[in-house]
């Protein structure tokens, strides 16, 4: 069983900063992709930003700039760090871990329950 946990999100005016994190738990064997997608009404969801185990990321052209992804392995946790935010990046936003779970070595992707990101302006 794994676990999510997200926080941050929020109501931001355009040009201001908001900064995401999710943390995941249980019993895992490791974690390789954590990311960042976003679904916003009317359109499909969409990636964001994504890191791998060994640091390489990729970044929806319409963040690259403005977005970073980070991760701390011994916390299991990823953070989008969001600067000169606009009103298009308003969305619901979720985070998705990739896991190697250590009863069955077998790899689960795990979704979290999401958070709004509302940028006005």
């Known amino acids: 069983q794994v676990q999510l946990v997200e926080s941050g999100g929020g109501l931001v005016q355009a040009g201001g900063s908001l900064r995401l994190s999710c943390a995941a738990s249980?019993?895992?064997?490791?974690?390789?992709?954590m990311g960042w997608y976003r679904q916003a009404p009317g359109k499909q969801r969409e990636l964001v930003a994504a890191?791998?185990?060994?640091?390489?990321?990729n970044y929806a052209e319409s963040v690259r700039g403005r977005f970073t992804i980070s991760r701390d392995n011994a916390k299991n946790t990823v953070v989008l760090q969001m600067n000169s935010l606009k009103p298009e990046d308003t969305a619901v936003y979720y985070c998705k871990v990739g896991v190697i779970l250590s009863a069955t070595m077998s790899r689960l992707d795990y979704w979290g329950q999401g958070t709004q990101v509302t940028v006005s302006s």
């Open positions: 890191i791998t185990s060994g640091g390489s990321t």
């Open positions: 249980g019993t895992i064997f490791s974690i390789n992709t």
